[in-house]
């Protein structure tokens, strides 16, 4: 059994070997002739013309072609990504806002922000009220003012009227 196991390898190695050889050269002769080549190369311009004119009918139906919907996706997943980091920042702000990284519920959270806008707008009411009403009265130093003013052009107006 031995001779013949070695009888078989060595056939083996035989025609492997002389078929590899027979097989490349027969791929460089079919490369290398101008009718093959030509053959392939009309081949891809029609894939090619083909793939166009079926872009143009979808188009023209109003259907999106593969590389459409494959821009489609690359674009949803980049607005996606965004989309994560945005609400990743806000959830930053949100346990910033609560106290230092505590998170308070939102309900509870919501009240004691409106309860502290209702007071600011309160305390600016007051406020208001305050500079209105100051501007409608007049101070006792503008009235004092006034007042001596007055008298000063009364004064003047006496003698004028009492000497002529």
Request: glycine letters at 12%.
């Amino acid at each position: 059994m031995s001779d013949g196991s070695q009888l078989t390898r060595g056939l083996r190695t035989r025609l492997g070997g002389g078929g590899e050889d027979r097989l490349g050269r027969a791929l460089s002769d079919l490369l290398e002739n101008p009718l093959l080549t030509g053959a392939i190369g009309r081949a891809f311009d029609a894939r090619e013309k083909a793939m166009q004119a079926q872009e143009v009918a979808m188009g023209a139906l109003n259907l999106p072609s593969a590389a459409d919907i494959e821009r489609l996706t690359r674009r949803l997943r980049s607005v996606s990504l965004r989309l994560e980091g945005i609400e990743e920042s806000l959830d930053r702000l949100d346990r910033a806002v609560a106290g230092g990284g505590s998170r308070a519920p939102a309900a509870e959270h919501d009240g004691d922000l409106a309860a502290r806008l209702t007071a600011i707008e309160d305390q600016l009411a007051r406020l208001t009220d305050k500079l209105d009403a100051g501007a409608r009265k007049p101070t006792k130093a503008a009235g004092a003012g006034k007042q001596a003013k007055a008298t000063k052009a009364a004064r003047k107006a006496r003698p004028a009227a009492g000497g002529g």
